[in-house]
């Protein structure tokens, strides 16, 4: 599955929202997911005026679909990044 598929995936539909970024089922977190679906077909703007996207993932542990914003992801330790999402001004899906 590509993750940035103008189409959604059959399982993003059954997807809730999780309002901690990681499975609401089980917690685990996104490198634990079986599959991602970035949904590009339609940004929110924030005040800021910044770009933010829904994230689906499929949890590899209990099958669960969920979906998150893409400014709630936090930093990874391989961004090498301690900044907060809402204090980055790059799109990391502008290309």
């Known amino acids: 599955m590509n993750p940035f598929s103008s189409m959604p995936p059959t399982w993003s539909e059954s997807a809730v929202h999780a309002y901690q ?13 079986e599959a991602v679906w970035i949904n590009r077909r339609s940004p929110v703007y924030t005040e800021g ?4 996207w829904q994230e689906f993932y499929q949890c590899g542990e209990c099958q669960t679909a969920w979906w998150a914003w893409s400014s709630d992801r ?8 301690s900044a907060a999402p809402e204090d980055i001004t790059e799109d990391p899906f502008d290309f």
């Open 21 to 33: 970024f990681g499975c609401p089922r089980c917690g685990a977190g996104i490198s634990e997911s």
């Open 49 to 52: 005026h910044r770009r933010k």
């Open 74 to 81: 936090p930093p990874t330790v391989w961004s090498g990044d």
